[in-house]
T-cell receptor, first 114, second 114 residues
Framework: DGGITQSPKYLFRKEGQNVTLSCEQN?????MYWYRQDPGQGLRLIYY???????QKGDIAEGYSVSREKKESFPLTVTSAQKNPTAFYLC?????????????FGPGTRLTVL | AQSVTQPDIHITVSEGASLELRCNYS??????LFWYVQSPGQGLQLLLK??????LVQGIKGFEAEFKRSQSSFNLRKPSVHWSDAAEYFC????????????FGAGTQVVVTP
């Protein structure tokens, strides 16, 4: 089955630690995205990537970093510079171009800072 | 830049009753419009989308939405709600001339009572 996988489902971090969230897709989509979800705020875009080895900052990129070494993978690192990292993180992917831009979402990772 | 507003944070509806969720968008050109649903602790699932053509679009799970350009709205409806429709619903708007960055509304939480 084609889809997007995120791991782990739950992640706990001590203050001052970097953590990396995994996102893999087998939909052959060129574009991938990371969102942060907080209660009552909808989804906010952290980073997005259209092609391998290229990515752009979204609306709330500070304290986060990404890489896109493979088309299928778009890991997100939450660094110690992110002051309030406890949230639900969602990865998505889509085709590029104007035909079918809908985004498909993974099941999410809940990050809690202890 | 596009933006989207969901005026209702929380809606309670009786099982079997009709449901309408409001979505207002702001965008200067033809938008791409989407409705997604999210069950607790899960990712987002696409219910329906509008790009062009017929302004009444049908989606999955018996949902439909109507695009009204004059009102900048894209309201979601279901004639008869089932208990399994309890979830959070997100409206999203994308730029009509390219892929990529969506703006999501803050979401509407739907509670279904017996």
């Amino acid at each position: 089955d084609g889809g997007i996988t995120q791991s782990p489902k739950y992640l706990f971090r001590k203050e001052g630690q970097n953590v990396t969230l995994s996102c893999e897709q087998n939909l052959n989509h060129d574009a991938m995205y990371w969102y942060r979800q907080d209660p009552g705020q909808g989804l906010r875009l952290i980073y997005y990537s259209q092609i391998v080895n290229d990515f752009q900052k979204g609306d709330i990129a500070e304290g986060y970093s990404v890489s896109r070494e493979k088309k299928e993978s778009f890991p997100l690192t939450v660094t110690s510079a992110q002051k309030n990292p406890t949230a639900f993180y969602l990865c998505a992917s889509s085709l590029t171009g104007t035909g079918n831009p809908e985004q498909f979402f993974g099941p999410g990772t809940r990050l809690t800072v202890l | 830049a596009q933006s989207v507003t969901q005026p209702d944070i929380h809606i309670t509806v009786s099982e079997g009753a009709s449901l309408e969720l409001r979505c207002n968008y702001s965008y200067g050109a033809t938008p791409y419009l989407f409705w997604y649903v999210q069950s607790p602790g899960q990712g987002l699932q696409l219910l329906l989308k509008y790009f062009s053509g017929d302004t009444l679009v049908q989606g999955i799970k018996g949902f439909e939405a109507e695009f009204k350009r004059s009102q900048s709205s894209f309201n979601l409806r279901k004639p008869s709600v089932h208990w399994s429709d309890a979830a959070e619903y997100f409206c999203a708007v994308g730029a009509g001339d390219s892929w990529g960055k969506f703006q999501f509304g803050a979401g509407t939480q739907v509670v279904v009572t017996p």
